[in-house]
């Protein structure tokens, strides 16, 4: 079955670099997605990695794919304290199909 | 502009009531889903839609249902509401073999159960 999973927080000081982390089971996963939700909000897509690839870099955001161990990461690079929300990896087998999400790491930023 | 609409945006209930949380997407997408948001959970399937007439069970299906009778459309509908399903739930949309960034969500209801 599908399974994916995050640890539940991470605290990081303001300027420093964050890093969120996911694994996942299911080998067919084709698409990994990172989603931010800040508080009393919907879900807003960061970015996405196609399994074919290892690495993605957009802005302060990057993206590590280990598809041998199913681990996926996200670098926030200068966290700011607007960074501070659950973060959400999510993955699916193809484009539109249904997603499945991890728990959701909550990153709090300290000044 | 294209646009996906929850409704209502907060409910409160009572055990053993019927209830539908309204969703409705002008992005004429074939897929359509429902997700409950619990803390420590994540974002969880309920049900899911390829298509008109298409209903699919996620992992976590029992005490809901859908029915997708046009394009537009996914209510869902808790039979005999519990404590169990107070939750936050969010209506999604997609293409089929759309953009691999294409799904839209919705603000979410959230729905509690006394």
């Known amino acids: 079955g599908e399974d994916v999973e995050q640890s539940l927080f991470l605290s990081v000081r303001e300027g420093d670099s964050s890093v969120i982390n996911c694994t996942y089971t299911?080998?067919?996963?084709?698409?990994l997605y990172w989603y931010k939700q800040e508080p009393g909000a919907g879900l807003q897509l960061l970015t996405y990695?196609?399994?074919?690839?290892d690495m993605k870099q957009d802005q302060r955001l990057t993206v590590l794919l280990n598809k041998k161990d199913k681990h996926l990461s996200l670098r926030i690079a200068d966290t700011q304290t607007g960074d501070s929300a659950i973060y959400f990896c999510?993955?699916?087998?193809?484009?539109?199909?249904?997603?499945?999400f991890g728990g959701g790491t909550r990153v709090l930023v300290k000044p | 502009d294209a646009e996906i609409t929850q409704s209502p945006r907060h409910k409160i209930t009572e055990t053993g009531r019927q209830v539908t949380l309204a969703c409705h997407q002008t992005?004429?997408?074939?897929?359509m889903f429902w997700y409950r948001q619990d803390l420590g959970h994540g974002l969880r399937l309920i049900h899911y839609?390829?298509?008109?007439?298409?209903?699919n069970k996620g992992e976590v299906s029992d005490g809901y249902s859908v029915s997708r009778s046009n394009t537009e459309d996914l209510p869902l509908t808790l039979e005999s509401a519990a404590s169990s399903q107070t939750s936050v739930y969010f209506c999604?949309?997609?293409?089929?073999?759309?953009?691999?960034?294409?799904?839209?969500f919705g603000s979410g209801t959230r729905l509690t159960v006394v």
């Open positions: 299911d080998s067919s996963s084709t698409y």
């Open positions: 990695i196609f399994s074919n690839m």
């Open positions: 999510a993955e699916s087998k193809a484009a539109g199909n249904k997603l499945t």
């Open positions: 839609s390829y298509g008109v007439h298409d209903t």
């Open positions: 999604a949309s997609s293409e089929s073999q759309g953009p691999v960034d294409g799904y839209t």
């Open positions: 992005w004429n997408h074939n897929n």
